[in-house]
């Protein structure tokens, strides 16, 4: 596997692969691999002939008082986790590489930013919607892997690569979870031993929205499933509810009444300092 931090190197060898008439798989990341991020890694692998990594921390995508500084990082051992999937390039570019102090485009996109996580951390998806836009143009890949864990970003994303016509498919990969049903995350190694117990409730939470929508034979009032959800994270002191709402799962717009088309997407604080998102279809 080849490791590579400048932008040059890594558009000279996607120039190459190109011109071999060799397809390239992306996979952009923030490190500290997991079995979510191997998913994406091995989807890459499966379908395309060349699979670029990418590892960087985008500060662009932090606000003012977010983890920037304490996002978890371990080089050496994700270097290992992505030459054991078969990665053939690891991207991974200082800041500066990246921002030149003379950078000063920003590519910004309207409605799907808005709501959800778009209302608690401004100026996020413009970091996102920057940092992919770069990568798209570094790395030139047919195909681009994201994970459905980040159904807001997965969905910015598409409207990004359509209004921009990059010639590229994006494939979105089911969210992978651990045995009790929390979804696999970076931030997740921020929990103790008791929050990572209760952190379990976004899961089961899930868990019961689709039974109370089965029970209701297809569709119900959103704010029903709202509560439930709601009253499930907040039942533990230590957890704080960010958002719970009842989407479209293309539109990302709110729905009044939950069904087969309905996304619930929730965010919550544990102990005010971890910020976990979990979502999943109704259907
Ligand atoms: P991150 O390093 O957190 O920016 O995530 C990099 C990519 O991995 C994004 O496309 C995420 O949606 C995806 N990802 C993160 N966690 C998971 C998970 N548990 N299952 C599937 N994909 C994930």
Same mark, same amino acid.
């Given at each position: 596997?080849?490791?590579? %931090? ?37 989807? !890459? %692998?499966?379908?395309?002939? %060349? &699979?670029?990594?990418?590892?960087? &921390? ?12 304490? @996002? ?26 990246? @921002? ?6 920003? #590519? ?35 195909? !681009? ?11 910015? #994303? %598409? ?8 010639? #590229? ?20 190694? @921020?929990?103790? $031993?008791?929050?990572?117990?209760? !952190? ?13 929508? $089965? ?29 719970? =709402? ?30 976990? #998102?979990?979502? =999943?279809?109704?259907?």
């Amino acid at each position: 596997m080849r490791i590579v %931090r400048t932008t040059k190197e890594l558009q000279q060898q996607a120039n190459q692969w190109r011109s071999n008439g060799l397809t390239i798989g992306l996979v952009p990341t923030m490190g500290f691999f997991h079995e979510g991020h191997l998913s994406l890694m091995r989807e !890459a %692998r499966r379908k395309c002939d %060349r &699979v670029i990594t990418t590892l960087f &921390v985008n500060p662009m995508q932090f606000g003012p008082n977010e983890d920037l500084d304490s @996002y978890p990082r371990s080089f050496e051992r994700d270097q290992q986790m992505a030459e054991g999937e078969g990665v053939d390039l690891l991207f991974c570019p200082d800041p500066s590489e990246m @921002y030149g102090e003379q950078f000063q485009t920003k #590519i910004s996109l309207d409605k799907v930013s808005q709501g959800l996580c778009g209302a608690d951390r401004p100026g996020h998806f413009d970091g996102v919607a920057t940092v992919v836009t770069k990568l798209f143009n570094l790395a030139k890949p047919h195909k !681009a892997v994201f994970g459905q864990k980040d159904f807001q970003q997965l969905a910015l #994303i %598409r409207q990004l690569v359509a209004d921009l016509n990059f010639d #590229i498919e994006i494939i979105g990969h089911p969210i992978v979870r651990e045995e009790d049903g929390l979804a696999m995350s970076s931030r997740n190694k @921020y929990l103790d $031993a008791n929050e990572r117990k209760i !952190a379990v409730c976004l899961s089961q939470a899930i868990g019961q929205a689709k039974k109370m929508l $089965a029970d209701a034979g297809g569709s119900l009032p959103a704010q029903e499933i709202i509560t439930m959800a709601e009253s499930m994270i907040e039942q533990h002191p230590e957890c704080s509810v960010e958002y719970v =709402s009842i989407v479209h799962q293309s539109t990302l717009r709110p729905m009044e009444i939950a069904d087969g088309e309905s996304v619930l997407a929730m965010a919550m604080k544990v102990n005010n300092k971890v910020r976990l #998102i979990d979502n =999943s279809p109704l259907c």
